[in-house]
């Protein structure tokens, strides 16, 4: 026999301490407990921006831990949701630098890494044209992922090896 719980819903009012505890535990490394708090407060208010960019983060926080069962498209699916035309690219060029991250660790994936990182810094670079004046996040996100593929001398294989066989 299977139980079936019921989720506690919290109300609005405990919305503001909800994000701040949220905040607290992707600081402490527990990105599953952020979601989970960052999940309770989509319940109540789910067009809440602070909340839904605190719920991207912690899930791709989880994208380095091998057994976790999150994945981008977790991610990508509250990126959808962000208001601001600046914002969903940036974070999905986050989405896809923090994958790209964590194939790193990964054997036999540094190619995977590599793509990753390319498909982040055209996501920057497309946020970077939108961005705020004075705001130059999705630049220095770039220059990252720029400065990590020379650090760990990633680069696309040759074409030979990333074509499939014709039979």
């Not at 981008?72 to 790209?100: C, F, I, M, S, W």
Request: charged letters at 25%; aromatic letters at 8%; hydrophobic letters at 40%.
């Amino acid at each position: 026999m299977t139980d079936h719980f019921e989720l506690k819903r919290i109300s609005q009012d405990a919305v503001p301490q909800a994000l701040e505890k949220a905040a607290q535990y992707r600081l402490l490394n527990d990105p599953e407990l952020a979601e989970s708090i960052c999940l309770d407060v989509l319940a109540v208010d789910p067009g809440n921006q602070k909340n839904l960019k605190t719920l991207i983060l912690a899930i791709s926080d989880q994208f380095a831990n091998q057994s976790s069962r999150v994945a981008p498209r977790d991610a990508l699916a509250h990126v959808e949701k962000l208001t601001n035309e600046y914002e969903r690219l940036y974070y999905t060029g986050l989405v896809a630098e923090r994958e790209a991250r964590a194939f790193l660790d990964r054997t036999h994936a540094t190619a995977h890494a590599f793509f990753g990182f390319r498909q982040a810094m055209s996501w920057y670079e497309r946020a970077d044209a939108l961005a705020p004046a004075g705001n130059h996040d999705a630049r220095l996100r770039y220059n990252t992922c720029v400065r990590t593929i020379q650090r760990e001398h990633l680069e696309a294989p040759p074409a030979s090896e990333s074509e499939l066989p014709l039979e």
